[in-house]
């Protein structure tokens, strides 16, 4: 499923081949005349976002640092175990920047590349597919596109093989020149038993020398594997003071002591940009791209925070702007969807119509949505005034509504319109990747 090259060598080029035929031969019909309507009335129904912004152009011609951080949860940030800071450098980092508390992953069945393909896009990610594996070709407007065009340069790297994901066919759709893969990595040791045994201080070390050399200004997304299941690393690597009485899994202590390991590993990279100059000169952008699947906030008793729905899934945010003007906590509600509209404003590029999510530091109505990827409908919706969150069998008047902040219970029916506009949304934006009409939704736009 993730790596074409691993699939064709198990199944033959035949098989392959034949099987893709047909995959693709039924998704030519997967748009119908009702999906077409739907699409329509959604572009007609948007409205103009507001020209007149905070903070536009505040880093214009800055280079953007994108840190995709393998199963980080919002759990472990300014959490302690056994007297210590479970991530101390990704909390001072919190502390210098913008800290997103209330920041959620959108995810489907492709995890990581769900959380890539996202937050490039702010498009939601399928219900039933891997938008990178199934749709790689499709007409898409990313944000490394949009920084190319407007004179940035854009590479990706990561520790995979290039066809991993099948990143070496969208990755040049979606904007970036350049893709440095494993074979551009020498590890000094293995670690991991995940995708690749190239550890997060390696990878982040040798990126450095390599961002280093890029012509400026440019976007770098980096992506780091070492907290990846099964969240196993060296003793020797194993530094964190978890108390022998711990009421902790052994699960979850691993992935502590991974998260800890890659968060060491985050400070020395980010001490190497403060030495070649880019720290000053660069959006740092540092965000955990879905859960860790381990309850590690219900351990941690960090879940209360959390609307039932979205437990696991709430991850940080962290955004470093220059010149330190811009610092605090965030707690307005947003995901993945958002990251392209806010960081477009703050690089003063004016991002394209196609985005589904807002400029979190200027949206009026923020919110996030989770769909139900069982019954193709809602499971949780989390705005700054309502709440929603569907029954296990995904009938909408099954679901419970509250009036927020506060989690007051309300009738279902007082959701029914946020329900309904957030799920247009949802199906808009399966029909644009399905159909690959994103030209056609643009055109049909009211502004």
Same mark, same amino acid.
């Given at each position: 499923?993730?790596?074409?090259?691993?699939?064709?060598?198990?199944?033959?080029?035949?098989?392959?081949?034949?099987?893709?035929?047909?995959?693709?031969?039924?998704?030519?019909?997967?748009?119908?005349?009702?999906?077409?309507?739907?699409?329509?009335?959604?572009?007609?129904?948007?409205?103009?976002?507001?020209?007149?912004?905070?903070?536009?152009?505040?880093?214009?011609?800055?280079?953007?640092?994108?840190?995709?951080?393998?199963?980080?949860?919002?759990?472990?940030?300014?959490?302690?175990?056994?007297?210590?800071?479970?991530?101390?450098?990704?909390?001072?980092?919190?502390?210098?920047?913008?800290?997103?508390?209330?920041?959620?992953?959108?995810?489907?069945?492709?995890?990581?590349?769900?959380?890539?393909?996202?937050?490039?896009?702010?498009?939601?990610?399928?219900?039933?597919?891997?938008?990178?594996?199934?749709?790689?070709?499709?007409?898409?407007?990313?944000?490394?596109?949009?920084?190319?065009?407007?004179?940035?340069?854009?590479?990706?790297?990561?520790?995979?093989?290039?066809?991993?994901?099948?990143?070496?066919?969208?990755?040049?759709?979606?904007?970036? =020149?350049? %893709?440095?893969?494993? @074979?551009?990595?020498?590890?000094? #040791?293995?670690? +991991?038993?995940?995708? *690749?045994? &190239?550890?997060?201080?390696?990878?982040?070390?040798?990126?450095?020398?390599?961002?280093?050399?890029?012509?400026?200004?440019?976007?770098?997304?980096?992506?780091?594997?070492?907290?990846?299941?099964?969240?196993?690393?060296?003793?020797?690597?194993?530094?964190?003071?978890?108390?022998?009485?711990?009421?902790?899994?052994?699960? =979850?202590? %691993?992935?502590?002591? @991974?998260?800890?390991?890659?968060? #060491?590993?985050? +400070?020395?990279?980010? *001490?190497? &940009?403060?030495?070649?100059?880019?720290?000053?000169?660069?959006?740092?952008?540092?965000?955990?791209?879905?859960?860790?699947?381990?309850?590690?906030?219900?351990?941690?008793?960090?879940?209360?925070?959390?609307?039932?729905?979205?437990?696991?899934?709430?991850?940080?945010?962290?955004?470093?702007?220059?010149?330190?003007?811009?610092?605090?906590?965030?707690?307005?509600?947003?995901?993945?969807?958002?990251?392209?509209?806010?960081?477009?404003?703050?690089?003063?590029?004016?991002?394209?119509?196609?985005?589904?999510?807002?400029?979190?530091?200027?949206?009026?109505?923020?919110?996030?949505?989770?769909?139900?990827?069982?019954?193709?409908?809602?499971?949780?919706?989390?705005?700054?005034?309502?709440?929603?969150?569907?029954?296990?069998?995904?009938?909408?008047?099954?679901?419970?509504?509250?009036?927020?902040?506060?989690?007051?219970?309300?009738?279902?029916?007082?959701?029914?319109?946020?329900?309904?506009?957030?799920?247009?949304?949802?199906?808009?934006?399966?029909?644009?990747?399905?159909?690959?009409?994103?030209?056609?939704?643009?055109?049909?736009?009211?502004?």
């Amino acid at each position: 499923v993730y790596d074409f090259n691993l699939l064709v060598g198990k199944i033959g080029i035949i098989i392959f081949s034949f099987e893709a035929a047909i995959i693709y031969a039924l998704r030519t019909n997967s748009v119908t005349t009702a999906d077409s309507e739907l699409l329509v009335n959604f572009a007609k129904s948007r409205q103009k976002a507001d020209e007149t912004k905070k903070y536009s152009g505040i880093a214009r011609g800055k280079n953007l640092i994108m840190i995709q951080v393998e199963s980080l949860e919002n759990a472990v940030i300014n959490q302690t175990i056994g007297g210590s800071e479970i991530t101390p450098n990704l909390n001072q980092l919190a502390r210098d920047g913008l800290y997103f508390s209330n920041y959620y992953g959108e995810v489907g069945p492709g995890n990581t590349a769900d959380s890539e393909f996202t937050t490039l896009t702010s498009l939601y990610a399928l219900q039933d597919d891997v938008v990178f594996v199934d749709y790689a070709q499709n007409n898409f407007q990313a944000l490394p596109r949009l920084l190319v065009g407007n004179g940035y340069s854009a590479y990706g790297l990561h520790g995979d093989v290039p066809t991993f994901w099948n990143r070496s066919n969208i990755y040049p759709n979606l904007g970036y =020149q350049k %893709q440095f893969d494993y @074979s551009d990595y020498k590890p000094s #040791r293995s670690i +991991g038993k995940g995708p *690749s045994d &190239l550890g997060d201080e390696d990878f982040f070390l040798q990126s450095a020398d390599k961002i280093r050399g890029f012509s400026q200004p440019f976007m770098a997304t980096l992506i780091t594997m070492s907290s990846h299941v099964p969240f196993e690393l060296p003793k020797d690597l194993q530094t964190l003071a978890i108390p022998q009485d711990t009421k902790l899994s052994y699960t =979850q202590q %691993q992935y502590l002591e @991974s998260v800890h390991y890659a968060d #060491r590993a985050m +400070g020395e990279f980010i *001490s190497k &940009l403060k030495q070649s100059g880019l720290y000053d000169n660069s959006v740092i952008a540092i965000l955990g791209d879905h859960g860790s699947f381990t309850n590690i906030s219900k351990a941690l008793g960090t879940d209360a925070r959390e609307l039932a729905g979205m437990s696991n899934s709430q991850v940080p945010l962290i955004l470093l702007v220059p010149g330190g003007e811009l610092k605090g906590e965030i707690t307005a509600p947003a995901s993945h969807l958002d990251f392209f509209p806010t960081v477009a404003n703050l690089l003063g590029i004016k991002a394209p119509k196609s985005v589904l999510g807002q400029d979190v530091l200027n949206a009026k109505n923020p919110i996030v949505v989770h769909r139900n990827i069982v019954f193709g409908t809602i499971n949780t919706i989390l705005s700054g005034s309502l709440a929603f969150q569907a029954n296990s069998d995904g009938v909408f008047s099954h679901g419970a509504c509250f009036l927020m902040p506060y989690k007051n219970p309300v009738p279902a029916d007082k959701c029914l319109d946020i329900y309904n506009q957030q799920l247009n949304a949802i199906k808009a934006s399966d029909i644009i990747i399905k159909g690959n009409l994103l030209s056609s939704y643009i055109k049909n736009l009211n502004y």
